[in-house]
């Protein structure tokens, strides 16, 4: 069955066909001159006159000429829902129609909650919802999270028997996707008979909203498959969210190709998205161009060139984008400082940095003095970096203490480690990545009980840290790969390939760095285990699949160690390859033996 939009209900509702006659013919033309003007008002005071001549001629007791006061008035952008709402109280006995008019409108406001309360008013008064009430009421529980109502309201849709319109179905997606209940809008999306493209978008966007990557891309493939739907903006902007953060250059660059043919202009929103996706997957030069072609920046765009310049270690870059930001007359907020901040701190830019945080036009928040404590850590001013924090104007939380953490581990400053830690675990932080940073560092000086105690508190508080994992893309498929994985069904040869890459390595005078091992084994099984670090299967996987002198690019999830930056930086020599890894933070470029970092990281 053919639905039409709401925003176009009126036209459904059609004046009796009897031919009027004599003085009854009149009013009924001064009538439809009245609903005429009405759609041709473009602002609130050419309507409230329409609105007058509707009263002063009596119209107003008419159901359609009320129902279209009241959408005209709650729909319109320059609508005012409390006008709206002052005819539709004067309504003696309202619709479906005038409950749907409002409670899009009060949607369209973002006044969630009055749309919910007006469904409330609606079901008490025993009108019944039709299939255009819930989409409007699905996105207001989407937005307000509100799972419990909007699960409620499902179960309305079943007993009124609209659990098979595509409308609903399409909206329900949504809301569960919003509600990070993505197995429900599965369940639902699978049930569906008839789906549109609005539904592809709709899953596909829940499974983008709840963090699931590899999950947008299969979608996508399964419904290019189907062959007769052309992806829409809002599918390829989700797509461009799963390869930035997959790393997926191969697959964002073929999505940016479908946006350039299926979009006749980006707008600024998109063009963002694109130079963030170029970015993140290690192609700073082209997301440089594209920004520089773009016509219309907004804040947001200097903020994620600013912030991805940082990621690759451009701090002086970095800055002159900055200094541009305020020759358009843009003012930067705190996510553009905390980006300054971060490329000072990934450069090496101490007295930049701190230049920029004392002249910040802002109040500094703790995202900000956790990047000045980064900045200082990183040029080995601990003692400093401890001083600023306990000098904060504001209150102390994990993020700055955990930025001290860090930097005392990267230094072995076990004693300002020990303090860090110690403020950390009084604050109540949960964050498995705290003790395992402090374990390591008892693991390096050797007190093995020390590191069994933290280990035990772990446990006893169940906390489970997330596994390292290195993803590589090739030939437009992104694999994963966990340290000492064998389950990949090629396992035997890309340990072939560790094997012979090792063997070369010996030539170029690589010894294995075992310090990095913190476990209290043998030194065998320590460089057993180096040699199944996540990043080396990848960078094997990887030389063994693509074509001789292709950049080979991989994301991580935890910061590199030692061996494997050692590891790599040799292995681009050997191979003659361009390795670009993006770990947690920032972005490594290893070419010819050496790091972009400068081996500082």
């Not at 409620?152 to 609903?168: C, N, P, R, S, T």
């Not at 499974?207 to 990557?213: E, I, P």
């Not at 901040?341 to 945080?357: D, P, Q, R, T």
């Not at 930086?569 to 993006?582: F, H």
Request: aromatic share 10%; glycine share 6%.
């Amino acid at each position: 069955m053919t639905r039409t939009s709401v925003l176009h209900q009126s036209l459904l509702l059609t004046q009796p066909e009897e031919p009027p006659k004599g003085p009854e013919l009149n009013l009924r033309l001064k009538e439809q001159e009245c609903l005429t003007i009405l759609k041709t008002c473009k602002n609130l005071e050419e309507f409230k006159k329409v609105h007058a001549h509707v009263l002063k001629w009596g119209f107003f007791w008419n159901p359609f000429c009320a129902s279209n006061l009241v959408a005209t008035c709650a729909l319109s952008h320059w609508g005012s829902m409390d006008y709206a709402c002052s005819i539709f109280r004067q309504i003696d006995d309202p619709g479906a129609f005038d409950f749907n008019s409002l409670i899009r409108g009060f949607v369209k406001d973002v006044k969630f909650e009055e749309a919910l309360f007006l469904y409330n008013e609606m079901f008490e008064r025993g009108v019944e919802p039709d299939n255009f009430t819930f989409p409007a009421l699905f996105k207001a529980c989407a937005k307000l999270q509100a799972l419990k109502e909007g699960m409620q309201i499902h179960g309305h849709v079943f007993k009124l028997g609209f659990e098979y319109d595509l409308f609903v179905q399409n909206s329900l997606i949504n809301m569960y996707g919003k509600c990070e209940k993505v197995e429900f809008a599965s369940a639902i999306f699978k049930q569906m008979d008839q789906k549109s493209v609005a539904s592809w978008s709709a899953i596909i966007a829940a499974h983008a909203s709840n963090g699931l990557w590899s999950e947008c891309l299969t979608l996508l493939g399964e419904m290019n498959s189907e062959k007769c739907w052309r992806p829409e903006e809002s599918i390829l902007v989700s797509v461009l969210s799963a390869c930035t953060h997959l790393g997926a250059l191969d697959l964002g660059k073929c999505t940016h190709g479908s946006l350039i043919r299926n979009i006749s202009a980006l707008n600024v929103i998109v063009e963002t998205s694109l130079i963030d996706m170029y970015v993140k997957c290690g192609c700073l030069e082209k997301g440089l161009c594209l920004f520089r072609m773009m016509a219309e920046k907004s804040q947001l765009t200097y903020s994620v060139m600013i912030s991805g310049l940082a990621m690759h270690g451009q701090g002086k870059e970095a800055l002159s984008i900055f200094s541009e930001m305020f020759r358009e007359g843009l003012e930067p907020d705190d996510v553009v400082y905390v980006g300054v901040l971060s490329a000072c701190s990934h450069a090496s830019l101490v007295n930049e940095g701190l230049l920029c945080f004392d002249r910040m036009k802002l109040e500094p928040t703790v995202q900000h003095y956790g990047c000045v404590v980064d900045l200082m850590g990183r040029a080995r001013m601990l003692g400093d970096a401890l001083e600023l924090i306990q000098s904060m104007p504001i209150q102390q939380n994990d993020v700055v203490w955990r930025s001290l953490l860090s930097a005392s581990k990267v230094h072995h400053n076990l004693e300002i480690g020990e303090i860090a830690a110690k403020n950390l675990f009084q604050i109540n932080s949960h964050h498995p990545s705290d003790y395992v940073l402090l374990s390591n560092m008892y693991a390096r000086a050797q007190r093995w009980d020390d590191v069994a105690k933290i280990r035990t508190e772990m446990a006893s508080k169940g906390l489970n840290q997330s596994p390292g994992f290195s993803l590589v893309e090739v030939a437009r498929k992104v694999y994963k790969f966990v340290s000492q994985d064998r389950s990949h069904p090629a396992w035997d040869n890309i340990y072939e390939m560790i094997h012979q890459m090792e063997w070369q390595l010996k030539f170029e005078g690589y010894s294995p760095d075992i310090s990095q091992v913190l476990l209290d084994v043998d030194e065998d099984e320590k460089r057993e285990r180096l040699k199944g670090h996540s990043q080396k299967l990848a960078i094997a996987f990887a030389l063994i699949h693509t074509s001789q002198g292709s950049p080979i690019r991989i994301a991580r999830n935890l910061r590199m160690c030692n061996d494997c930056h050692t590891y790599t930086k040799l292995i681009s020599v050997i191979y003659e390859r361009e390795i670009i890894v993006r770990d947690r933070k920032w972005f490594h470029h290893f070419k010819d033996g050496t790091c972009s970092c400068r081996d500082y990281w």
